[in-house]
């Protein structure tokens, strides 16, 4: 009883009224630093349960592949006719067509600027 007397005597702030001037993330940080190193450990020790338990299993990877290469082919052809060469087309015109661009863009600014500045002139 009087050891528990003394540990609740030695919880309670001292006589002077003044608590610890550590701020509160101190208390904290050995926490993380110990619940960070458990789970580094447990993730180290999970990947190599991980990879124990699953290298029977690349036996099946060539024969998965071969089942699955007509599926895999038809799925390439598809999406280069639907994505890849209508990219391609689309960068080369882009490419071919960037010098009138900037022609006709550069024309339209400075046919703007030299029609406010003459409206500017016309004005005064």
Known sequence: MASTITTTASLLPSATGQLSTQPPITQIIPILRATFSLLRTFLSQASRIVIALASPLLIF?????????????????????????PYTIISNV???????????????????????????????
């Open 61 to 85: 990877v060539p024969l998965i592949s071969r089942l699955l290469a007509p599926v895999i082919l038809v799925f390439h052809i598809i999406l280069d006719a639907t994505v890849y060469t």
């Open 94 to 124: 882009a490419a071919a067509l960037y010098p009138l661009y900037m022609f006709c863009g550069v024309a339209c600014i400075f046919g703007a600027v030299l029609g406010i500045f003459g409206r500017s002139l016309v004005t005064l």
